[in-house]
């Protein structure tokens, strides 16, 4: 009998299918240095997929995912997580020093969002924990309407590589979030940030039945 679970399908299907190519390995090496450089592999790479739905490029987007409350918990859930890790490592928990943050070399912080805004948060809030994905936040939807849906695509791409490495991840109410965690693989660190209830641990066989969707 097959006892594989749904996160072992989708990750056996997606190496079946997919390869990764050489520019997107090249950002992916690039950001992998920068978070959890070689002279430091005990770093860790504290993670958050914050999906917003709503935005100005596009007007008849109307369906809000996350609501400003969802993306505060969001941002608490990121700080709790940088101090527990710094805790563990006999480190001050302080939030900054006189010298800035105090846990920086060994926690890195890093969010996919469909929002500038919510990237305009994040680096004010991390200023010296954030690893960034450069890059310019497209909606695919637009297509070829944008003439920057390449680089968007790459973006968007990289960031779905990059979450799938996180040691604590944050999810929200998306398709994109939700193969993440397939590919992943496991629940070890997983969160869901839920629209109106808060962040709580989470299993990836669970997450249909938790957002309430089909897919």
């Known amino acids: 009998m097959d006892n594989r679970t749904k996160d072992n399908i989708y990750q056996k299907k997606f190496h079946d299918l997919f390869k990764i190519s050489d520019k997107i390995q090249l950002i992916l090496d690039d950001f992998q240095e920068r978070a959890v450089p070689r002279a430091r592999k005990n770093n860790s790479l504290v993670c958050a997929h914050i999906r917003m739905s ?5 007007p008849v ?3 809000v995912i996350s609501t400003t409350e969802d993306v505060k918990n969001g941002l608490r859930f990121l700080h709790h997580n940088i101090c527990e890790i710094s805790k563990s490592r006999s480190q001050s928990c302080l939030k900054e020093t006189s010298t800035g943050s105090n846990f920086s070399k060994h926690v890195k912080v890093f969010v996919s969002t469909d929002y500038n805004d919510v990237l305009k948060t994040v680096r004010q809030e991390f200023k ?8 310019v936040i497209v909606h695919m939807e637009q297509g070829r309407q944008n003439e920057n849906i390449c680089e968007g695509f790459e973006k968007l791409v990289s960031d779905f590589l990059i979450l799938t490495k996180c040691d604590v991840l944050l999810l929200s109410k998306s398709g994109l979030s939700r193969m993440v965690s397939y590919i992943r693989g496991g629940s070890n660190g997983l969160c869901c940030n839920i629209k109106n209830k808060g962040v709580q641990k989470c299993e990836v066989e669970k ?9």
Do not use: A, M, Q
């Open 207 to 215: 997450l249909k039945s938790l957002y309430k969707v089909k897919g």
């Open 61 to 63: 987007d109307s369906n």
């Open 54 to 58: 709503r935005n100005p490029t596009l």
């Open 128 to 135: 010296t924990e954030i690893v960034e994905n450069k890059g």
